[in-house]
Protein backbone atom coordinates (compact mmCIF):
# COMPACT_ATOMS: atom_id res chain seq x y z
CA UNK A 1 0.00 0.00 0.00
CA UNK A 2 0.87 3.65 0.09
CA UNK A 3 3.48 4.48 2.28
CA UNK A 4 3.88 8.29 3.70
CA UNK A 5 7.61 9.05 5.75
CA UNK A 6 7.57 11.68 8.14
CA UNK A 7 10.93 12.52 10.06
CA UNK A 8 11.84 13.02 12.74
CA UNK A 9 9.26 11.18 14.64
CA UNK A 10 10.83 13.24 18.07
CA UNK A 11 12.19 16.06 19.00
CA UNK A 12 13.11 18.03 21.68
CA UNK A 13 14.71 21.67 21.30
CA UNK A 14 14.77 24.63 23.12
CA UNK A 15 12.40 27.74 23.44
CA UNK A 16 13.62 30.01 20.05
CA UNK A 17 14.41 27.54 17.63
CA UNK A 18 13.01 26.89 13.98
CA UNK A 19 12.28 22.96 13.61
CA UNK A 20 12.04 21.47 10.29
CA UNK A 21 9.37 18.21 9.93
CA UNK A 22 9.66 16.16 6.68
CA UNK A 23 6.84 14.33 4.78
CA UNK A 24 8.04 12.32 2.06
CA UNK A 25 5.00 10.05 -0.06
CA UNK A 26 7.19 6.79 -1.03
CA UNK A 27 5.67 5.17 -4.05
CA UNK A 28 3.04 7.82 -5.51
CA UNK A 29 3.00 11.18 -6.47
CA UNK A 30 1.54 13.50 -3.77
CA UNK A 31 -0.36 16.53 -5.50
CA UNK A 32 -1.74 17.45 -2.12
CA UNK A 33 -0.58 17.41 1.47
CA UNK A 34 -2.18 18.26 4.92
CA UNK A 35 -0.81 19.25 8.35
CA UNK A 36 -2.23 18.51 11.56
CA UNK A 37 -1.80 18.88 15.48
CA UNK A 38 -3.00 16.78 17.57
CA UNK A 39 -3.71 17.74 21.19
CA UNK A 40 -3.38 14.95 24.07
CA UNK A 41 -6.71 12.87 24.02
CA UNK A 42 -8.00 14.92 21.25
CA UNK A 43 -8.86 15.18 17.89
CA UNK A 44 -6.71 15.99 14.76
CA UNK A 45 -6.88 19.80 13.59
CA UNK A 46 -6.06 20.49 10.21
CA UNK A 47 -3.50 23.20 10.33
CA UNK A 48 -3.00 23.60 6.48
CA UNK A 49 -3.80 22.23 2.43
CA UNK A 50 -0.83 22.48 0.51
CA UNK A 51 -0.66 21.76 -3.35
CA UNK A 52 2.50 20.72 -4.88
CA UNK A 53 3.75 24.22 -6.21
CA UNK A 54 1.29 26.52 -4.69
CA UNK A 55 0.99 28.35 -1.40
CA UNK A 56 -0.49 26.62 1.08
CA UNK A 57 -3.86 27.36 2.39
CA UNK A 58 -3.95 27.95 6.06
CA UNK A 59 -7.11 27.27 8.04
CA UNK A 60 -8.58 30.23 10.47
CA UNK A 61 -6.80 30.95 13.08
CA UNK A 62 -3.01 29.23 12.30
CA UNK A 63 -0.35 31.51 11.61
CA UNK A 64 1.26 31.25 8.53
CA UNK A 65 4.14 33.04 9.88
CA UNK A 66 4.65 30.45 12.42
CA UNK A 67 3.79 27.01 10.43
CA UNK A 68 5.89 27.75 7.45
CA UNK A 69 4.57 25.44 4.74
CA UNK A 70 6.57 23.88 1.67
CA UNK A 71 5.64 21.78 -1.01
CA UNK A 72 7.93 22.07 -3.79
CA UNK A 73 7.95 18.71 -5.89
CA UNK A 74 5.46 15.53 -5.89
CA UNK A 75 7.07 13.75 -3.01
CA UNK A 76 7.85 16.09 -0.28
CA UNK A 77 6.09 18.77 2.00
CA UNK A 78 7.72 20.53 5.29
CA UNK A 79 6.34 22.28 7.93
CA UNK A 80 8.81 24.94 9.82
CA UNK A 81 7.78 25.93 13.50
CA UNK A 82 9.24 29.01 13.47
CA UNK A 83 11.23 30.64 16.99
CA UNK A 84 8.97 27.68 18.66
CA UNK A 85 7.64 28.16 22.04
CA UNK A 86 6.63 25.72 24.91
CA UNK A 87 3.14 26.11 23.33
CA UNK A 88 4.10 24.75 20.03
CA UNK A 89 4.55 21.42 21.74
CA UNK A 90 2.50 19.37 20.09
CA UNK A 91 2.02 16.37 18.67
CA UNK A 92 1.75 17.11 14.19
CA UNK A 93 0.76 14.47 11.90
CA UNK A 94 1.09 14.82 8.07
CA UNK A 95 -1.07 13.39 5.55
CA UNK A 96 -0.52 12.81 1.45
CA UNK A 97 -2.91 11.61 -1.48
CA UNK A 98 -3.12 11.70 -5.00
CA UNK A 99 -6.24 14.30 -5.70
CA UNK A 100 -6.36 12.79 -9.54
CA UNK A 101 -7.20 9.92 -7.85
CA UNK A 102 -9.69 8.49 -5.72
CA UNK A 103 -7.28 6.88 -3.33
CA UNK A 104 -7.92 8.31 0.24
CA UNK A 105 -5.14 9.92 2.15
CA UNK A 106 -2.33 8.23 3.47
CA UNK A 107 -0.87 9.14 7.11
CA UNK A 108 2.76 9.62 8.27
CA UNK A 109 3.48 8.26 12.10
CA UNK A 110 3.83 11.47 13.11
CA UNK A 111 5.93 13.90 14.88
CA UNK A 112 6.05 15.22 18.86
CA UNK A 113 7.70 18.01 19.30
CA UNK A 114 8.69 19.39 22.75
CA UNK A 115 9.92 22.40 23.35
CA UNK A 116 11.82 23.68 26.25
CA UNK B 1 -19.01 23.76 6.88
CA UNK B 2 -19.18 19.76 7.39
CA UNK B 3 -19.10 18.85 10.80
CA UNK B 4 -18.95 15.01 12.29
CA UNK B 5 -19.93 14.02 15.74
CA UNK B 6 -19.06 11.30 17.55
CA UNK B 7 -21.30 11.32 20.79
CA UNK B 8 -19.73 8.70 22.89
CA UNK B 9 -16.17 9.76 24.38
CA UNK B 10 -15.41 6.24 25.33
CA UNK B 11 -16.70 2.63 24.97
CA UNK B 12 -16.06 -0.75 25.85
CA UNK B 13 -16.64 -4.17 25.05
CA UNK B 14 -15.70 -7.80 26.50
CA UNK B 15 -13.42 -10.16 24.23
CA UNK B 16 -14.77 -11.11 21.16
CA UNK B 17 -18.19 -9.54 21.60
CA UNK B 18 -19.26 -6.79 19.66
CA UNK B 19 -19.84 -3.39 19.65
CA UNK B 20 -21.08 0.24 17.97
CA UNK B 21 -19.63 2.99 17.69
CA UNK B 22 -21.71 6.10 16.56
CA UNK B 23 -20.98 8.97 14.20
CA UNK B 24 -23.26 11.75 12.78
CA UNK B 25 -22.51 14.05 10.56
CA UNK B 26 -23.92 17.20 8.75
CA UNK B 27 -23.21 18.06 4.98
CA UNK B 28 -24.81 20.00 2.01
CA UNK B 29 -22.63 17.91 -0.69
CA UNK B 30 -23.75 14.59 -2.18
CA UNK B 31 -20.42 13.49 -3.61
CA UNK B 32 -18.63 12.82 -0.53
CA UNK B 33 -16.63 10.03 1.66
CA UNK B 34 -16.03 8.97 4.82
CA UNK B 35 -13.82 6.38 6.97
CA UNK B 36 -13.32 5.09 10.45
CA UNK B 37 -9.78 5.65 11.36
CA UNK B 38 -8.07 3.64 13.85
CA UNK B 39 -5.09 5.22 16.40
CA UNK B 40 -3.71 2.97 18.67
CA UNK B 41 -1.79 4.18 21.79
CA UNK B 42 1.53 4.40 18.62
CA UNK B 43 -0.53 7.13 17.51
CA UNK B 44 -0.49 6.01 13.79
CA UNK B 45 -3.83 6.20 11.95
CA UNK B 46 -4.49 3.17 10.69
CA UNK B 47 -7.65 3.20 7.83
CA UNK B 48 -10.50 0.61 8.99
CA UNK B 49 -13.10 1.03 6.70
CA UNK B 50 -14.39 3.20 4.18
CA UNK B 51 -17.78 4.18 2.24
CA UNK B 52 -18.25 6.20 -1.20
CA UNK B 53 -21.65 8.33 -0.18
CA UNK B 54 -23.00 7.21 -4.09
CA UNK B 55 -23.11 3.81 -2.90
CA UNK B 56 -25.52 2.13 -0.68
CA UNK B 57 -24.25 -0.91 0.26
CA UNK B 58 -22.89 -0.69 3.45
CA UNK B 59 -18.85 -1.63 3.46
CA UNK B 60 -17.16 -4.33 5.21
CA UNK B 61 -13.56 -5.31 6.30
CA UNK B 62 -13.62 -8.59 8.01
CA UNK B 63 -14.79 -8.12 11.35
CA UNK B 64 -15.79 -4.18 10.53
CA UNK B 65 -18.61 -3.56 8.70
CA UNK B 66 -20.46 0.16 8.79
CA UNK B 67 -24.07 0.81 8.68
CA UNK B 68 -25.05 3.57 6.50
CA UNK B 69 -27.47 5.73 6.54
CA UNK B 70 -27.43 9.05 4.01
CA UNK B 71 -30.88 10.20 4.71
CA UNK B 72 -30.51 10.12 8.44
CA UNK B 73 -26.27 11.24 8.06
CA UNK B 74 -25.26 8.15 10.12
CA UNK B 75 -22.37 6.10 9.86
CA UNK B 76 -21.56 3.69 12.97
CA UNK B 77 -19.11 1.48 13.05
CA UNK B 78 -19.53 -2.31 13.96
CA UNK B 79 -16.98 -4.28 15.40
CA UNK B 80 -17.37 -8.33 15.33
CA UNK B 81 -15.72 -10.76 17.43
CA UNK B 82 -13.64 -7.95 19.52
CA UNK B 83 -9.98 -8.29 19.63
CA UNK B 84 -7.11 -6.92 22.51
CA UNK B 85 -5.69 -5.48 19.20
CA UNK B 86 -8.71 -3.64 18.51
CA UNK B 87 -8.20 -1.30 21.56
CA UNK B 88 -7.46 1.93 20.37
CA UNK B 89 -9.16 5.88 19.80
CA UNK B 90 -11.39 5.31 16.62
CA UNK B 91 -12.14 8.77 15.01
CA UNK B 92 -15.02 9.06 12.38
CA UNK B 93 -14.02 11.56 9.04
CA UNK B 94 -15.79 13.52 6.00
CA UNK B 95 -14.06 13.97 3.00
CA UNK B 96 -16.18 16.29 0.58
CA UNK B 97 -14.48 18.31 -2.17
CA UNK B 98 -11.33 19.02 -0.15
CA UNK B 99 -10.06 18.23 3.29
CA UNK B 100 -11.30 15.69 5.67
CA UNK B 101 -12.87 16.68 8.69
CA UNK B 102 -12.82 14.40 11.43
CA UNK B 103 -15.04 13.55 14.89
CA UNK B 104 -13.98 14.36 18.24
CA UNK B 105 -12.88 10.47 18.64
CA UNK B 106 -14.24 7.03 20.62
CA UNK B 107 -12.03 5.47 22.99
CA UNK B 108 -12.54 1.66 22.93
CA UNK B 109 -11.11 -0.20 25.57
CA UNK B 110 -11.58 -4.51 25.50
CA UNK B 111 -12.15 -5.95 28.37
CA UNK B 112 -10.48 -9.49 28.59
Known amino acids: GAVVSQHPSRVICKSGTSVKIECRSLDFQATTMFWYRQFPKKSLMLMAT?????????EQGVEKDKFLINHASLTLSTLTVTSAHPEDSSFYIC????????????FGDGTRLSIL | AQTVTQSQPEMSVQEAETVTLSCTYDTSESDYYLFWYKQPPSRQMILVIR??????QNATENRFSVNFQKAAKSFSLKISDSQLGDAAMYFCAYQGAQKLVFGQGTRLTINP
Open chain 1, 95 to 106: SARDARSNQPQH
Open chain 2, 51 to 56: QEAYKQ
Open chain 1, 50 to 58: SNEGSKATY
